[in-house]
């Protein structure tokens, strides 16, 4: 069952989350203020795929005294910054493997990679655009390492936004990325051995370092009233470079992956 799969990770990220919240109130008597989302999402059954599976929709967001944690799926970010503008913290990504229960034979014929734990930081400049009341632009720098011994190398992507409200209940944010992998990030996802290419009738290749996808997001968020609203995703992530070459998506998959989610948000 998909919810079993992401199951753990549901607890450990929110988990994380609700302990940020518990020890700031704790602090002091003030409150903590931001969002908690959560809803179902559409979304490929592994990096390349062709085929898609339901998991959950999780975004979460906390701010108090300066300090800022947020949650975007499983990745997280802790903004430390003192500066208004200007953020950057400690993040963690959670990034789920591939086991031989794929949907494509092929692909499933492969070694199974485990799940990785990414830790990293984040570099984000912000500005009001000044279009409307609350409109903002965003370019943000993700640098993340495995931590687990899965793939041993890093990925980092950057990513540019805009918010912009035309009401004071609907929010629109689209947004542009670009990510860079390492050789042995490239070389565990989408490289094929020779036994690997005997085991699943792919040919034999061997995927290098560099940029290996660009992508679009929106989002839309909608006020019900001051604590319940609604909250929407959709993105389309093209794979590039080796990445796409591989056999893993040219052959088997597809280098066009999206994602769609639709929740619910609680607002505190």
Known sequence: MVLAKYSVVIVGVFSSFLLFLTASTAESQENPTGFLAFGASNQSDFEGSEDYEVGPFLAARAAFRGVQFELEGVQGRLDISPYQNVGFGPAFNFRFGR???????QVAAL?????????????????????????EGVVRLDILFDVSD?????????SAAYTFRPTS??????????????????????SITNEGAVESGLRQFTAGEGFDSVGLNLTATYQLNDRWGLIANASVQNLIGDSADSPIVD?????????????????F
């Open 99 to 105: 086991d031989d229960d794929v949907e494509n034979d």
């Open 111 to 135: 070694p199974e990679i485990d799940d990785a734990t990414e830790l990293g930081a984040f570099l984000r400049y912000g500005q009001p655009i000044g279009l409307a009341s609350g409109d």
């Open 150 to 158: 899965v793939y041993s190398g890093y990925v980092a992507e950057l």
């Open 169 to 190: 209940r609907l929010g629109l944010t689209t947004g542009v990325s670009t990510r860079y992998v390492s050789e042995d990030y490239a070389d565990t996802y989408f």
């Open 251 to 267: 052959d088997a998959g597809s280098d066009t992956q999206t994602f769609a989610g639709l929740g619910v948000t609680y607002s």
